[in-house]
């Protein structure tokens, strides 16, 4: 047996199918895409040369400039509201002593449903004639308080971001609230000897000691809010006057609806820059280290 875990050639078996896997699924496509990012190509005729004018005209792409800031309002808002929102909840349901165990299974329950489920449920909820939102605002201040939520381009990217979050939440409150829960009891009883509790507790014990799990929560937030697709093409499909949408949508109408392959590759070769550039960065501002209890 261990003549057998010494041969190199065993962990070969193992290794290479997910190496192929990954190169056949995520390598191939990204290289395939930015050499059709640089041919004016519909799919059909002959492909055209067109060097890198692809990738200079999103420069001037005035959709795509939208599309760009509206991914990063989705980020924003996440790591601005969610991200607080999970470490609180997460704190909250550690501290309980009686069915913690329901709590967890609750929150987690949205992740579970698939996004499409998701979309279509808010959707009705949004609805203006019959959507629950708007009964009970009507029943408190009238009909002046109904609200266009997925029509109006005011409100249309904030409920995404409420349906989004709704959906997503609840794996990151089970990362966080499993890092809470593997700090070593001594340290809190130690903190309270030594007269911190409560809040300064949560401040100067707990979020230290969980900072490698935030950052993964952090990694994982930047890169999904930056290629967001599914939500926002159900609920609005970019709408109301490209008002919601984002760099997915837009490379998606504009290489298969309208059929300019080249630009829409060049679309998805800049997201993949844009997100290995952030999580780079991210990476080597926030170093993660391993806590030492």
Not at 86 to 101: D, E, N, Q, T
Not at 171 to 193: D, R, S, T, W
Not at 228 to 247: A, H
Request: glycine residues 8%.
């Amino acid at each position: 047996m261990n003549h057998t875990l010494r041969n190199p050639w065993v962990y070969a078996i193992f290794v290479i199918p997910t190496l192929l896997l990954y190169g056949l699924f995520f390598i191939y496509p990204v290289i395939v895409s930015f050499i059709y990012g640089l041919y004016q190509w519909n799919g059909v005729t002959d492909k055209v040369f067109i060097g890198i004018d692809n990738f200079k005209s999103l420069l001037r792409d005035a959709v795509f400039l939208k599309s760009l800031g509206n991914n990063f309002y989705f980020m924003v808002f996440s790591l601005v509201v969610n991200i607080p929102l999970v470490f609180l909840i997460a704190i909250l349901i550690s501290k309980v002593r009686r069915l913690r165990g329901f709590y967890k299974s609750a929150v987690f329950v949205p992740v579970v449903i698939s996004t499409t489920t998701v979309a279509i449920l808010f959707g009705v909820l949004y609805n203006y004639d019959s959507g629950l939102i708007n009964q009970m605002l009507r029943l408190i201040g009238g009909e002046s308080w109904a609200r266009e939520w997925l029509s109006d381009p005011h409100l249309a990217m904030l409920s995404i971001l409420i349906a989004n979050a709704w959906q997503n939440i609840g794996f990151f409150i089970v990362l966080c609230l499993a890092a809470i829960l593997n700090i070593p009891k001594e340290i809190g009883e130690a903190a309270k000897i030594d007269g911190v509790n409560g809040w300064n507790e949560t401040w100067r014990i707990t979020l230290p000691l969980v900072r490698p799990v935030m950052f993964v929560m952090l990694l994982l937030t930047v890169s999904g809010t930056l290629k967001v697709l599914d939500i926002v093409q159900i609920m609005t499909n970019g709408g109301p006057f490209q008002s919601t949408e984002v760099m997915s949508t837009y490379a998606l109408k504009i290489g298969f609806r309208s059929l300019q392959l080249g630009y829409g590759s060049a679309i998805g070769v800049a997201m993949f820059v844009i997100i290995l550039i952030m999580t780079a960065a991210l990476q080597r501002v926030s170093k993660s280290e391993e806590v030492q209890y």
